[in-house]
């Protein structure tokens, strides 16, 4: 697993549809859970900027046009720094602290795609916001999980394909 992906999914995956309507996990307690649990400190100011880093991702990913520019307006001026270690050197994140988690979802968007050309994708269920990442060696998983979205659209095109050898004639 790449540097903070668990982190890009989470973020990613963190507008769920529940019993048919979105939902949003950065609000309320759970943002700020959802911060500590990634090393931030859920302050609003920080949870506004994963917020509009994730508006721009989920669109990014979906293939939307003007997303990219966005990006950059939300990254403003932060940076990498090198801290020199024994093991060589260590990029670190300079950014307004409010800013750092974002910024390092960011990184972690940015590894996948060089990584993964294409691997990062939103689930093929229409009804479902989720995405996923195809570690697959054909390349060709469609949904965030087997067990929910992947069972629920093959059975929807198994019943389609009887309903429709019930209705020829
Ligand atoms: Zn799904």
């Known amino acids: 697993m790449l540097e903070d992906e668990d982190l890009l999914l989470a973020l990613l995956n963190s507008t769920?549809?529940?019993?048919g309507s979105p939902t949003d996990e950065l609000a309320g307690a759970s943002g700020v859970e959802f911060?500590?649990?990634?090393?931030?400190?859920g302050s609003p100011a920080e949870l506004e900027h994963l917020r509009r880093m994730r508006e721009?991702?989920?669109?990014?990913?979906?293939?939307?046009?003007?997303?990219?520019?966005?990006?950059?307006?939300?990254l403003g001026d932060g940076a990498l720094v090198p801290r020199v270690t024994p093991q060589g050197l260590r990029w670190e994140v300079r950014a307004p602290e409010d800013e750092r988690l974002a910024f390092r979802v960011a990184l972690a968007w940015s590894r996948v795609i060089q990584e993964f050309p294409g691997r990062l994708r939103p689930?093929?269920?229409n009804e479902c916001n989720l995405f996923l990442i195809d570690r697959s060696r054909?390349?060709?998983?469609?949904?965030?999980?087997?067990?929910?979205?992947?069972?629920?659209m093959k059975a929807r095109t198994h019943a389609g394909r009887q309903r429709?050898?019930?209705?020829?004639p």
């Open 56 to 74: 721009c991702l989920q669109d990014a990913v979906r293939g939307c046009n003007d997303a990219l520019s966005r990006l950059s307006t939300v």
């Open 35 to 41: 911060a500590a649990r990634y090393g931030g400190t």
């Open 16 to 19: 769920p549809v529940v019993a």
């Open 164 to 168: 429709a050898a019930a209705e020829r």
């Open 138 to 152: 054909p390349g060709t998983a469609k949904w965030c999980s087997m067990a929910v979205c992947g069972n629920r």
């Open 123 to 125: 689930c093929a269920n």
